[in-house]
């Protein structure tokens, strides 16, 4: 929508336009997202029932946690800490450094849209932003193949097995790992005016359904390896 805004209009409508996007959005979480942290639910908790009783001692245990607290713990647990388990955590380690490769891949890519389709295909500035459609496919598709696989597998094999090893939510991982040079690949060899531009899209929808299942698996997998 950028691409035909700009030209028309001037730079600024291109971040009003993700105001109009994402106000809607906010307000939703606002009012229909519920709090799930079990820390901040049972602070709620504890603030109303000292201001029904009186009585100062009902507290959560995040509270009693927090005065304990120092300065210096502080900016250990944050600053020290993740680097510890870093260094001594090999699998934490190799997810770290996959993720930041990944990162620098993902963003990275979509630099080359601006070099592929208006030389290549003649795409305006509008058209090649609408080129970026293909990026909501993949998301959408891989939205759609995660909650199957919870849905289908994951929440049942927990109500039969139980939690098992964190390492078994990874398997979504695996194969977002394997659609990530494939669709580079796709994208790299038929990204010129001799092929459709559809087969070249194709390409992208399957390099971000990739990171897409890869993130979903790595975030699961992080807070179950190390829950504090």
């Not at 100062?56 to 995040?62: T, V």
């Not at 993720?99 to 630099?111: D, H, Q, R």
Request: glycine residues 8%; positive net charge.
């Amino acid at each position: 929508m950028a691409g035909f805004a700009v030209p028309a209009q001037n730079w600024h409508w291109s971040l009003w336009i993700l105001v109009w996007m994402a106000a809607p959005v906010v307000v939703l979480l606002l009012v229909l997202m519920p709090e799930t942290s079990t820390s901040n639910i049972l602070l709620r908790r504890a603030k109303r029932l000292r201001k029904l009783t009186g009585g100062p001692h009902l507290q959560s245990q995040s509270e009693i946690d927090q005065k304990q607290l120092t300065a210096s713990g502080i900016l250990i647990s944050a600053l020290v800490k993740p680097i510890e388990i870093t260094l001594k955590d090999p699998a934490i380690a190799f997810v770290n450094f996959y993720t930041a490769l990944f990162y620098g891949i993902y963003y990275t890519f979509f630099e080359v849209f601006p070099l592929v389709f208006p030389p290549q295909y003649g795409f305006s500035l509008g058209e090649t932003g609408l080129a970026f459609l293909s990026c909501q496919v993949g998301a959408t598709l891989g939205l759609g193949i995660y909650f199957a696989y919870l849905y289908f597998y994951m929440i049942p094999d927990n109500l039969k097995h139980g939690l098992r090893q964190q390492e078994h939510r990874i398997v979504p991982g695996i194969f977002g790992s394997v659609l990530i040079p494939v669709g580079l690949f796709i994208f790299a060899w038929t990204a010129r005016g001799s092929v459709h531009y559809l087969v070249c899209l194709t390409g992208v929808v399957l390099f971000v359904l990739g990171p897409f299942l890869v993130l979903q698996s790595i975030f699961v997998y992080l807070p179950l390896s190390y829950p504090q």
